[in-house]
């Protein structure tokens, strides 16, 4: 079992490190994944000039992407519709309507310019056998520019996940030139389907942003949507605000599709709907506006690692003069071999060394003939002569001595002389170097890479405020059943979906939860009404409720602020039976108290601002200490409250054996063994629900 367990967590570590590695997270170096590395290898491997079949493209890179045709496939299309590195020929898709690409038969592709200056320098790229050792890998592209602040980039591995988002090219790089400069920069995102952005809550790659679709309102009966909110697409755009519509929150009368190769969705109104006062319903009910959030997680140093968009333009701008000057370092080298060979070539043409190898018959004596005659030019030659320099210098064709130019061989010395000293003084200002790469860069980009992303400040839409309250919540008392789907009783409120209710029971206890369609609830509801907070704490409820073991009635005077969700409150003791509940600030109420022999005071009345309010938890205060019998209420309804006062039946009636007690009648008197009726004795009073004033 051991053994097992020991197998399972280390297979389980190399998965997940895999995953994360060389599967699903980017590298800060290239800011590829390693798909879209291999991609790329492959392109500038089959690179002719012209056009490949992606069928062949992809073909030639299962050499190194051990995954299959498929992901290859999926993942060429997407890097060719950032349109940075890869031109396409035929049907990419489309990626504002979501269309997929042609089959890979059918469409074509090679690498840009732009992807052959930033990636391919085979010289100075660290490269790894392929999955099956028979070919060569680069590990990661030496790129010049910060390419995964360019394209972006989406993943999850095991256990983490990066959310990059794309940002303007052009921006990026003026933000490179800025920090080699020391100067600060501020980048936000920029999507290619355009719309509108809030950038108030991104933390500079982390946090996240607001998107819009962007709306054309100036036809008051109709909207045109002409950008799209990133991660949208036409058609799941479409889809919701369909479904917004079936469930009632904006009222259209149609919807139609015109996009090619723009956005252009219609939206018709209906009859008495206008354009400005459906805007916020499509922001809080559709998928025109959405928020996303950013995680910049990307491998740095063959670990995942948290950065941010400044740290990874820092880090890029140092990384820029590392690749520049290990380039020109290498070209100054080049340059020397080459200018080595043609001075060689020039002396052993020029002064006729040549002409020396005729009578030697051994190839020792050849080479030892050629360097005796370049010893004379020492001076010129900047370097000792190798056997390998001896070798190339006889292999020279006899015709191209004969048509040997010296003049023109001088001046390309010369023209290679000039270019090493300028590399030279390339190297002593390499950071004024690099800021001319990238303005370069940026001349020949800026026309195509235009900003398409609006950034401005805006609010999310509350859903809450934009509902409209146009559903009827009514409530049976009959049957106890509450909901907007209930047939009988009586209306109580007008609601919307996203309303919250608050409701108490006959027994005094309370509950929120959502609006029901149809909720069986009590067959005595004292209170129902929406559960906003900011509404709740300017409520005082009063519950007025008596002890059932001694009889003493109380008065509990709070306000519901906190509450959880479906979850049962009970406000009274254990042993508390409701007579009353009031909404009101201030109200009178009268306490009548059981009758008992010899009792003098049988009635007594109150302000309800005698009494404090209190917290939720906390007991009542006893009102008197005498046995209730009902409690009378001048007005005992309030907001969203049923009166549940005594009936004023019963009052009248209790008034009226009073006084037959007072004054009874001999005929009375006599059946009674000349003695008063004893005192009824008291019943909690029953809640009488009535439609709420």
Known sequence: MAYVKKLFNDNFLQYASYVIKDRAIPDIEDGLKPVQRRILHSLFEMDDGKFHKVANVVGHCMKYHPHGDASIYSALVVLANKEFFIEKQGNFGNLYTGDEASAARYIECRATPMAKEIFDMPAITAYIDSYDGRNKEPVAFPAKIPVILAIGAEGIAVGMSTKILPHNLIEVLKAEIACLRGKRFKLYPDFPTAGMVDVSGYQDGGGRVLVRAKLDVSDPKRIVIRDLPFGSTTESLIASIENASRAGRIKIAGISDFTTDTVEIEIKLARGEYAQDTVDALYAF?????????????????????????????????????????????????????????TLERIFIEERVYKTIEQQKTQEAVN?????????????????????????????????????????????????????????????????????????IIKKTEKQCPRKTEVMSFTKVDVKEVAKRNLSLRYDPGTGYLGTSVSGGQELLSVSSFDRLLIIRRTGVYMVLDVPERLFVDTGLLYCGIADKDDLSSIVFSFIYKDKTSGFPYIKRCKIEAFIMNRDYFPLPDDGEMLALLTKPEFHFTALYLKKPRMKVKQEKFNSKDFPVRGLKTLGIKIASHEIDAILVEDATGPGLFDIAAPRAKIEKDKADSASTKNPSPKSAKASGGKAPAARKGTATKPVSRKKK
Do not use: W
């Open 368 to 440: 030892a003939a050629v360097f005796k005659g370049l010893k004379p030019f020492a001076k010129e030659i900047a370097r000792e002569v190798t056997l390998e320099d001896i070798e190339r210098l006889l292999k020279i064709p006899i015709r191209r001595i004969s048509l040997f130019d010296i003049n023109r061989a001088r001046a390309e010395m010369e023209e290679i002389r000039a270019r090493i000293k300028e590399i030279d003084k390339h190297l002593k200002n390499l950071t004024d170097y690099a800021v001319g790469f990238l303005e370069t």
């Open 286 to 342: 559709t998928d025109c506006e959405q928020s996303i959030s950013c995680n910049f997680l990307v491998i740095k140093d063959k670990y995942p690692v948290q950065m941010t968009v400044t740290e990874v333009i820092q880090y890029h701008a140092e990384k820029l003069l590392g690749i520049l000057k290990a380039e020109l370092k290498l070209e100054r080298k080049e340059l020397e071999d080459k200018h080595h060979a043609r």
